[in-house]
């Protein structure tokens, strides 16, 4: 049986030999605001510059977390020779339009980290990834529940067979997100902006599924017009695992009056093992770590309880930012490349197409 204790860094990011990569960032929004240039200044690295739409909201953010440069356009911050590496942090609707800005530029940033969903279809996503390739751009992609550090910790369990052959994983999100005003004009609501975060963790946890089955239906709180708000998912897997999500964004009238029961738990069981974990997320903004417990054949009951200070919103968001910088010291594909990313793109396309056709959806179906 492989050692059952789980070494002390295994849920955090393997971080870079220059913490002082150049960063500029565009949109000074609620992500970028709390989450992005907190965790940033946490972790050390540098940024140096800012711009956004509204120039005067980007100096507000500017001075609120100490970013020296504000810029009126993306250009100008791209004319900026320190700038290394630009955080795009924009609507989904509006990215696009951005990486081909940044891609087009005469002078080339060596990497971009692009926002979840990185296109609303599988067809944009392939464009902007061959428009990165061929300005050698890298092209990593802020899926950053594989930095949650429950969720990157059961990897590492997974990658020594801690747990034996997979057998099924969980993921119960009982939690209301707050949907900015943007998410009512996209294709999708929940598939695009929420699943994704956990059909990308099943991806990592044990690769790309064979087959999908979903449903979905509108969530009774969200007044503008949606379709999918509350999914279900079933991935079948060729060695036999199964994993399941059930994005309940809705989760009662817990903003109605009566008493709420909200939180993010997910499960992994091995033949060997099983594996508990919570996001502490739906706290947020308290921080409020996330948490993995675990139990094994050879440890006759006991449960091993690793516990850590750090929590998905912010900490996470170092970690993408990490593996971006790691990928250009050492001139390699980011791990979670635009590349990869196609193949959650494609498994969120699958997901619609289980739910609204109400039929089993093969993934290769739409990998091209
Ligand atoms: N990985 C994760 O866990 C999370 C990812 N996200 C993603 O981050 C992105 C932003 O979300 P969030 O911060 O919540 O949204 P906000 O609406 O709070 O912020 C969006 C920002 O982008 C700016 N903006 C809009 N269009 C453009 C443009 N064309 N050029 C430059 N700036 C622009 C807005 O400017 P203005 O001030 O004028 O409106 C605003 O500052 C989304 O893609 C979302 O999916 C969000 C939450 C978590
Ligand atoms: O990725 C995300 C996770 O949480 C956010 C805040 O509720 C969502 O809006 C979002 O886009």
Redesign the pocket.
């Known amino acids: 049986m492989p050692e059952t204790v789980l070494d002390a860094v295994a849920h955090l990011p393997e971080w870079p030999v220059r913490r002082d990569w150049g960063i500029g960032v565009v949109g000074a929004g ?2 970028v605001r709390d989450c992005h240039l907190v965790a940033y200044n946490d972790a050390g690295f540098q940024t140096l510059a800012i711009t956004s739409r509204t120039e005067s909201r980007a100096r507000e953010v500017a001075e609120f977390r100490g970013v020296s440069r504000v810029y009126p356009t993306v250009e100008a911050l791209l004319d900026d020779p320190e700038i290394e590496i630009v955080d795009v942090a924009v609507p989904p609707a509006e990215q696009p339009a951005v990486i081909r800005r940044i891609v087009d530029h005469p002078r080339k940033v060596r990497g971009i980290l692009a ?2 969903p990185l296109a609303f279809t599988s067809a944009e996503a392939h464009d902007l990834v061959a428009a990165c390739d061929a300005a050698g751009i890298a092209l990593q992609v802020n899926q950053n529940m594989r930095y949650d550090h429950s969720v990157r910790a059961l990897k590492a369990l997974l990658d020594r067979r801690v747990l034996g052959d997979p057998v099924l994983a969980t993921i119960e999100l009982r ?6 005003p943007w ?1 009512r004009d996209g294709r999708s609501l929940s598939t695009f ?2 699943s ?2 956990h059909l990308d963790t099943f991806r990592y946890w044990l690769g790309d599924p064979q087959r999908v089955l979903a449903s979905t239906r509108p969530d009774p709180r969200t007044t503008f017009a949606h379709a999918d708000g509350i999914n279900l998912a079933i991935l079948e897997f060729a060695n036999g695992a199964r994993a399941s999500s059930w994005d309940d964004v809705w989760s009662g009238p817990a903003r109605e009056g009566a008493g709420a029961d909200l939180g993010v738990r997910w499960r992994f069981e091995g033949t060997d093992g099983l594996a508990l974990g919570t996001i502490g ?1 739906p706290a ?1 903004p308290r921080r409020e770590p996330s948490t993995l417990t675990y139990s094994t054949r050879s440890d006759h009951g006991k449960w091993h309880k690793p516990v850590w200070p750090h929590a998905w ?1 912010p900490d996470a968001f170092a970690g993408t930012m990490s593996g971006l910088m790691r990928a250009i010291e050492d001139g390699s594909e980011p791990d979670i490349s635009g590349r990869d990313n196609l193949r959650t793109i494609a498994l969120c396309e699958a997901v619609l197409a289980a739910a609204s056709e109400h039929r089993v959806v093969p993934f290769a179906e739409f990998l091209s």
């Open positions: 609620f992500i926002q979840k939690a209301i997100p707050h949907w900015m998410a902006i929420m994704i975060h997320w947020w919103f």
